[in-house]
Each structure stands twice: as C-alpha cells, then as structure tokens.
C-alpha cells in the first residue's frame, strides 16, 4: 500500500517576496491518504461540536497513562453522538492516543503544550495535534513523510516491527501503524517560531459510522 503526498491548500501567487512565499508555504497542509481526502486541507468546514485541550508535555511524559486518559475522554465524548452513527471508541481512542504520545515524545521541551483540537463534522472527526519541535526533529520528520509517500507502506511497517531500533526518532512506527492498520487519512502542516523552533500539526479523520 503506497499513499500520496501532496501539497495542497493555499496556492502561491506570481509575484510575492520570498517571506509572503514563505508565510504561504506554512498554510499548506500535505496529504498523507490513500484516497487523497482533500477535505484534510479545507479550513472552515461546518462542524457540529468543537472541543479543544491543551496540556503540558511534561505532564504526559512524566505520565504517559495520561494520554490514555486523555484519549480515552475523547473518544468517549464522541461516541454514539448522532442517532444510529458513531465513533468506534476503541479505534478512535487508539489513534488519538498514538498522536497525542508522539506529539509528547518529541516536543522539543517539556514545559510546552501540546494542543488538542476535535471537531464533528457530522460523517468524520477532525483531529488535529499540534507541538513544537526542534530544526533537527522537523527535517527528521520532513523525510519521514518522504520517505512514506514514496514507499510501500506495509512493507515498511513491517520493516520498522522487525527492526531492534523502533525507538529511534526516524522510524515513525507509530504514524505507520496508524496508515496501515487503520488506513487512515492523514495531514500535516509546519509552521516556523520566532524562537528557532517549528509546530507541526498532524490532522486525522477518523469515520463517524457503525465501525471500521
């Protein structure tokens, strides 16, 4: 199974300095999905609830039962929402757990906040993931997604199960479980700090049905 990487969402426009280009670049969202969700990249979709958490990296860290509960709220606060629909609790627990424990284990400080964003949108939850990160983490993350959007997904999840280093920061075992198990459709989006640092947001849609 190989996915598609596009950049997709704000277009650049003929003309524009190299720091309107730039401020360009980080709207973009790129498509990590099998299907090319296009709607990953549209910013004001209707939604029917919004809920948002913030918490400190160090709290999920020193912690990390913490992000089990904490997706375990979620997940719980959504299901069974919409008459005969649903979120599959377990599976949507499973997920935001997996992006909420990457978000922590990779954040470039742990007196930073990780945000949580979810929003209905009536047949899919938006999910978004958003901390910051170092320039070493951010250009090792970059090429992962490269690396995912030219390779063999199974394959390479397999690779990452089989390998002693699973731990290492350049493996993304966790986001290709995510793309294989559960084939889910994913975006990413990278924004420059003022403090020589970057926020990388990761969106998920998770289906809003009767299961997976």
């Not at 029917?48 to 913030?54: I, K, N, T, W």
């Not at 990457?102 to 990780?114: D, F, G, H, L, R």
Request: include cysteine; aromatic fraction near 8%; charged fraction near 25%.
């Amino acid at each position: 199974m190989s996915f598609v990487s596009s950049p997709i969402g704000n277009s650049e426009v003929s003309g524009k300095n190299e720091t309107e280009t730039s401020q360009s670049r980080e709207n973009i969202i790129y498509v990590i999905s099998q299907n090319r969700d296009l709607s990953l990249t549209e910013e004001n979709l209707p939604y029917h609830s919004h809920l948002s958490l913030s918490v400190y990296t160090q709290d999920m860290t020193f912690h990390w039962k913490r992000c089990e509960i904490v997706s375990n709220f979620v997940s719980q606060f959504y299901s069974g929402s919409d008459g005969d629909k649903s979120v599959d609790a377990n599976s949507a627990s499973t997920i935001i757990n997996e992006l909420i424990e990457n978000a922590a284990k990779y954040s470039e400080k742990e007196n930073s906040k990780i945000y949580i964003e979810i929003k209905d949108l009536g047949n899919k939850l938006r999910v978004d993931v958003k901390n910051k990160v170092s320039s070493w983490t951010k250009l090792n993350f970059e090429k992962l997604m490269q690396i995912i959007a030219s390779g063999n997904v199974n394959q390479m999840y397999f690779d990452a199960l089989e390998s002693k280093h699973t731990e290492d920061k350049t493996s993304g075992i966790g986001l290709l479980m995510l793309l294989n198990d559960y084939h889910l459709n994913l975006g990413y989006k990278i924004k420059s700090n003022q403090q020589d640092n970057f926020e990388i947001t990761i969106r998920a849609h998770i289906p809003i049905e009767a299961g997976y």
